[in-house]
């Protein structure tokens, strides 16, 4: 009858609100586990900092055969490099001490003709020594070479450097490897004339020379051979 068409329509609306309403909690339920899966961009950026900072230490880092390996490469180059640089400094070392000498017997020479008196050049074998003095302080300093000062202005003295050393000298009076080897320049220019051979630790070695005549001085370097 009517009254039961009215409790079925009832019945059939309550129906549908509980539906919808149950729509709507499922919706919202879909809508709060998607925002469960999305971060916050605070965290985000905190955790890309964090990732970042992990690469970095990771990829900075070096292992234990990696620096090994470096240390050995570093060993290996030191073995050829380094005699080479010792190598170079020694023969630097006998060029520049060859030079000073020839420069020295060209001032004696220089000298010797502008006041017109002798200069003597004293080679200390020994000592590894020149001695460079006037005519007046040249016999004294042979005789007594720790003389002290006296007439310092006329007198040049020049120590050869470590690991280079006079080999000999050769004169008319013959060849000295030991004790005092001289070469005079006269007032005219001329010399006493000689050679002075020096040589370094790797077996290089360099001659100057004084022309007897003309007082001029050479430099040059010496082959191995001779």
Do not use: C
């Not at 999305?38 to 890309?48: C, F, S």
């Not at 003095?133 to 003295?157: F, H, I, L, M, N």
């Not at 005079?184 to 040589?199: A, P």
């Amino acid at each position: 009858g009517p009254r039961e068409v009215k409790a079925k329509t009832r019945i059939l609306s309550t129906g549908k609100i509980l539906g919808r309403q149950a729509n709507r909690v499922k919706k919202m339920n879909v809508e709060v586990s998607e925002d469960s899966d999305i971060e916050r961009p605070g965290k985000r950026r905190l955790r890309h900092r964090m990732e970042n900072k992990d690469e970095r230490s990771i990829s900075s880092g070096f292992t234990l055969i990696e620096l090994l390996v470096v240390l050995v490469i570093i060993s290996i180059m030191a073995a050829f490099v380094v005699p080479r640089i010792a190598g170079s400094m020694s023969n630097t070392n006998l060029r520049t001490a060859s030079k000073k000498i020839a420069a020295s017997l060209r001032y004696a020479r220089s000298q010797a003709i502008s006041e017109s008196r002798m200069y003597v050049a004293l080679f200390d074998l020994d000592k590894n020594r020149m001695t460079i003095r006037g005519d007046q302080t040249a016999q004294k300093e042979e005789e007594k070479d720790d003389g002290g000062d006296r007439d310092s202005r006329q007198t040049k003295r020049y120590e050869l450097p470590e690991k280079v050393r006079l080999e000999k000298g050769i004169s008319t009076d013959g060849e000295i490897v030991s004790g005092i080897f001289k070469i005079i320049f006269f007032s005219t220019g001329g010399s006493s004339g000689g050679e002075l051979f020096l040589n370094n630790d790797r077996g290089n070695r360099y001659e100057v020379k004084v022309d007897f005549i003309t007082g001029t001085v050479r430099l040059g370097a010496v082959s191995s051979e001779q």
